[in-house]
């Protein structure tokens, strides 16, 4: 347990599950640690929660402006002290032996730069578990179409000192996604570690939530423009992708259009839309 270990917990109206997150740090079998809590301007009681766990010296708190998940976890890496990097989520959670399995695998490899595992889903619970996520992989290939690791994997944080952090201008999620792509694609590797040791809460507001319904499109396209030159180095995998999501789209178009529900609301509305005629 010599290595250092720096988790950072950023926090933006998510105090409700801060002492859930925390207090699975507190429970590692690994004891190496320290635990920075960035507040991102956040308007709830975060501040008043986080102050209580630093009572612990291995906990420490930062308060910031609002600037959005990328940032704040750029300021707390900024401060950080350890030698691999963990981006903590303020409302997911630890397996007790997370960093027991993961952290002596970036110390006997040199040329991993991210060590995973398998996670698991839940909504209230963490034991109530309804979907459990088994990636594969291990370079930036495995990552171009779809963010197998996402925010619970561990890090070296002179990868992160590479590529120049987090980008910032991601404020509407992916940020981890285009991440972990700026630093397989210099030649890195990552490891799965093929068992449960990360806990991935699954909100209904939750940010993640937003970014599928909201932006999605325009955050692949950023990052497919960012890393343009994979994509044209895997042109045609890209472009059989690209026709696949175009193809879902529409046969998912044409069964909202077949549904039974659809054709009686075009009914229903169909009064209307002479009358509006009519008017016009």
């Not at 209230?124 to 459990?132: L, S």
């Not at 799965?192 to 507001?205: A, D, G, M, W």
């Not at 499109?217 to 960012?226: C, D, L």
């Not at 054709?263 to 509006?276: A, G, L, N, T, W």
Request: hydrophobic share 35%; aromatic share 14%; net charge positive.
């Amino acid at each position: 347990m010599k290595t250092l270990i720096s988790i950072i917990v950023p926090c933006y109206n998510q105090a409700h599950f801060l002492n859930d997150t925390l207090q699975s740090v507190l429970n590692q079998t690994y004891t190496n640690w320290e635990c920075i809590i960035v507040n991102d301007g956040s308007p709830d009681n975060t501040e008043e929660v986080a102050l209580e766990w630093c009572k612990d010296i291995r906990f420490r708190y930062l308060y910031k402006e609002n600037g959005g998940l990328p940032s704040a976890r750029n300021t707390g890496i900024k401060k950080s002290k350890g030698k691999y990097i963990l981006a903590l989520d303020s409302d997911d959670m630890l397996h007790e032996n997370f960093l027991t399995k993961l952290v002596p695998e970036l110390d006997k490899d040199d040329t991993l730069a991210i060590v995973s595992c398998y996670r698991a889903f839940f909504r209230n619970e963490k034991t109530k578990t309804f979907y459990v996520h088994e990636p594969k992989g291990k370079t930036y290939k495995s990552l171009l179409y779809e963010n197998i690791l996402m925010p619970s994997s561990l890090f070296r944080k002179k990868c992160w000192e590479e590529v120049g952090g987090y980008d910032e201008l991601m404020t509407k999620g992916f940020e981890d996604w285009e991440f972990w792509i700026a630093i397989t694609k210099k030649g890195w590797q990552f490891k799965i570690i093929e068992e449960v040791l990360f806990y991935y809460r699954k909100s209904q507001n939750s940010m993640l939530t937003d970014t599928l319904k909201n932006h999605l499109e325009a955050n692949m396209e950023y990052v497919f423009k960012k890393h343009k030159e994979i994509y044209i180095k895997q042109y045609d995998t890209t472009i059989k992708y690209l026709f696949f999501l175009i193809k879902s789209h529409r046969e998912g178009k044409m069964k909202i259009k077949n549904s039974i529900e659809y054709k009686i609301i075009k009914v229903i509305f169909k009064p209307f839309r002479m009358i509006q005629k009519l008017f016009k």
